[in-house]
């Protein structure tokens, strides 16, 4: 919730071939081979598990938070406190009409994605 890209993005990063980072900065650093199919296989599966095991957990914050009136009382530690969450709801805030809904249409999207459905 806290980094500089929206949301729903964060949910479902762009992904980016990294074979040339890979073969020139990482792959001489690893004490045991690792294949560029074996990383990018566990970045996979490192997305989905955050999507199905927090993203449809917090959902419904999410989308509070979104809409620019966040519900903490859905989560059980209050981290309204947080500079970082501070900053990212000012920002909301500041969206424009259309650009909100338009991240909350992703998010929903998402969701029926995750769920494998339209629901």
Request: charged share 30%.
């Amino acid at each position: 919730m806290q980094g500089d890209r929206p949301i729903s993005e964060m949910l479902e990063p762009n992904t980016k071939d990294i074979t040339g980072e890979y073969e020139s900065h990482l792959s001489n650093l690893m004490l045991k081979p690792l294949a560029i199919s074996d990383l990018t296989d566990m970045r996979k599966r490192l997305v989905s598990l955050v999507q199905r095991d927090v993203f449809i957990q917090y959902y419904d914050f999410i989308m509070s938070f979104v809409e620019g009136e966040p519900n903490y009382n859905l989560l059980k530690k209050d981290i309204s406190v947080f500079p970082g969450i501070k900053w990212k709801q000012l920002n909301i805030r500041k969206m424009g009409l259309r650009k909100r809904q338009l991240e909350i249409k992703k998010l929903m999207n998402l969701k029926n994605k995750i769920l494998g459905g339209n629901k």
